[in-house]
């Protein structure tokens, strides 16, 4: 088998952020000022990239050049996307729009595993609740920026209409996983209404938007519950397997496996995301999380008592929201 060369491994990292040829032809014209012939015969391999031409690429799509080259340099490679999610700027969204676009192909790819260790609610549970999604955006205002007209007030947090059309394409692709697993921190929900409840306490949530938190978080425990007992998402009936951990989990960190896209995730203050492609990076990770389910007890499908035991504490926990 003839070995990839550099420029084949670059082009391929083309495809992988932008799955749909249309959409790379369109989005290369714009970046690089390209008409559409000129920009067919670089990816057919027909006239190559200027030097200058990947840098622009590799700057603006996050590429890096330990991926071009196909090298291992001794350090992992991992990027940090900060986004805002009150304000995004467009390299935001674009950056955003890219994340997700890469999930698209979840709706085909055969093999598709994903998995997430978390003591917060995993984005794929909990992004159809709107509230609690901004809640958590809420959650990150207060802590980490310095505009204070958000970080006063529940009510000031408005979801930008880009940002929700992203959200929503996540969800559709995310459910598509062949199999899945959830390991989470047996103070999960404790964690969330302690939260609410701080901020309920000091005023920045009336007791209006406690209440429409309080009804979506037991929202939130039904759609769990239902997932747990049958073993499946109900929107595809695809494979999920849940378990509850029973040593205290620090932080969300999370990998997808398929066969276009290996990545890995550690989830950073509150909302932001550290990832690495790093093909040994990925596998040490899939390897790790793995191992957590040594000291969980799976709750899915199995072990009926304590999944009713677990459920039944977590609504008690909403209830004294």
Known sequence: MEEKTWYDIFIDLLHEKFPK??????????LLCLEREATYRRLRKDVS?????????ATAWNISLDEILGVYSGQVPFQM????????????????????????????AI??????????????LYID??????????????????????????????????????????KKNIV??????????ELIFDYFVNNVRYFHEVMAITDEEKELIKKELYSLLDYMME?????????????????????????????????KLKLCRIHAFGTFDITSRDAEMVANFKTWMNLKKRSAIQISEVNEKKRVEFFAAQRKIIDSL
């Open 21 to 30: 040829n249309a959409q790379l032809t369109q989005e290369m014209m714009t």
């Open 49 to 57: 990239f200027t030097a200058v031409e990947v840098i622009k690429l």
């Open 81 to 108: 996307f900060p986004y805002n999610h009150l304000n995004p700027s467009i390299a935001d969204i674009d950056n955003f729009q890219q994340s997700v676009r890469a999930l698209d192909h979840l709706r085909t």
């Open 111 to 124: 093999n598709s595993e994903y998995m997430e260790v978390c003591n917060r609610f995993p984005r794929p």
């Open 129 to 170: 609740f709107i509230n609690i999604y901004r809640f958590n955006v809420f959650s990150w205002a207060y802590q980490y920026t310095n505009n204070e007209e958000f970080k006063k007030l529940f009510s000031k947090i408005v979801i930008p209409y880009n940002s929700y059309v992203e959200l929503e394409r996540y």
């Open 176 to 185: 598509h996983v062949k199999n899945t697993n959830f390991i989470f921190d």
């Open 227 to 259: 997932i747990a007992k049958k073993g499946r998402y109900p929107e595809t009936f695809n494979k999920v397997s849940m378990y509850i951990s029973q040593l205290n989990i620090d932080t969300n960190y999370s990998y997808y496996y398929t066969d």
